[in-house]
């Protein structure tokens, strides 16, 4: 059973902080690593995509990939209170796979 | 910006009746995707299509379910006999490749409700 484990929160930031959100996952053969955000009543909008370990940066979002460890983390920079929302974290399993595996999601709020 | 769309929103229906939830991807997309979401809990994969084929399906999706691109636009999900707890978020993806960071943008969503 392919298992991805995030924090449910809900986390609460101050608005310009750092939001730090993370996930672990089970399956050791998992290739692509997907964060999505959801506001409640909406479907998931993807926000980063990440297959090689390390750091990926775009706008104020970094994902983090750390395969050894079996972890994806993603940052959120200069918090707004627009980003209040869920993160779901998504993993795709092994080269020839079509699904994609979500956790729970983590609420997050950002404070004004 | 292209962006996958479903139809309905909102789909209300009695226990036992047929439903057909109709999506059209984005248009240069060869990978399509059939998730859902019961009200509080994860978004689960239902099925994936390529090539006017199931590629992969889970356990969730028995004799029931179907899927069909009728034509070279719509992709449908049909549940034959409804049950109570078939009431969730049913939410179209599509990709436009399978390897690497293949990613999957999502529609809106069809919310159905069963009675």
């Known amino acids: 059973q392919k298992e991805v484990e995030q924090n449910s929160g809900p986390l609460s930031v101050p608005e310009g902080a750092i939001a730090s959100l993370n996930c672990t996952y089970s399956d050791r053969g998992s290739q692509s690593f997907f964060w999505y955000r959801q506001y409640s009543g909406k479907s998931p909008e993807l926000i980063m995509s990440i297959y090689s370990n390390g750091d990926k940066e775009d706008g104020r979002f970094t994902a983090q990939l750390n395969k050894a460890s079996q972890y994806v983390s993603l940052l959120i920079r200069d918090s707004q209170p627009s980003d209040s929302a869920t993160y779901l974290c998504a993993v795709k399993a092994e080269a020839g796979s079509y699904q994609l595996t979500f956790g729970k999601g983590t609420k997050l709020s950002v404070i004004p | 910006e292209p962006e996958v769309t479903q139809t309905p929103s909102h789909q209300v229906t009695q226990m036992g009746q047929e439903v057909i939830l109709r999506c059209v991807p984005i248009?240069?997309?060869?990978?399509f995707y059939w998730y859902r979401q019961i009200l509080g809990q994860k978004v689960e994969f239902l099925v994936s299509?390529?090539?006017?084929?199931?590629?992969?399906k889970s356990e969730i999706f028995d004799d029931q379910f179907s899927v069909e691109r009728p034509d070279g636009s719509n992709f449908t999900l049909k549940i034959r006999s409804t049950k109570l707890e078939d009431s969730a978020m049913y939410f179209c993806a599509s990709s436009d490749r399978l390897a690497g960071a293949a990613e999957q943008y999502f529609g809106p969503g069809t919310r159905l409700t069963v009675t």
């Open positions: 248009s240069n997309h060869l990978y």
């Open positions: 299509f390529y090539n006017n084929e199931i590629s992969e």
